[in-house]
Nanobody, 120 residues
């Protein structure tokens, strides 16, 4: 079985920072792209940032220049450094990973989500 466990969410004031982490564990053979999505109340889930296994990254326009995605392949972990947070960044943030287990082809896996609330 594969698990993606997120941590680092919470309540922060506008202009503040948070760092999210997502660790993948289980019978993992190889991890390809990893990413962060978010879903605000009443809205569709949207891609925030993604990173390939060789470190190439992409960002939603709304977070460019404020958020940074990175990964530690040795730890099967992806991070999202969020700076200059705005109230509109409030959402549940989900980790996603495209990976192969020992027994399967490439599949997408999701974490359980972590709440980020930006409010004064």
């Amino acid at each position: 079985q594969v698990q993606l466990v997120e941590s680092g969410g919470g309540l922060v004031q506008p202009g503040g920072s948070l760092r999210l982490s997502c660790a993948a564990s289980g019978s993992i053979f190889s991890i390809y792209a990893m990413g962060w999505y978010r879903q605000a109340p009443g809205k569709q889930r949207e891609l925030v940032a993604a990173i390939t296994s060789d470190g190439s990254s992409a960002y939603a326009d709304s977070v460019k220049g404020r958020f940074t995605i990175s990964r530690d392949n040795a730890k099967n972990t992806v991070y999202l450094q969020m700076n200059s947070l705005k109230p509109e960044d409030t959402a549940v943030y989900y980790c996603n990973a495209d990976l192969r287990t020992i027994a399967t082809t490439i599949e997408g896996y999701w974490g359980q989500g972590t709440q980020v609330t930006v409010s004064s």
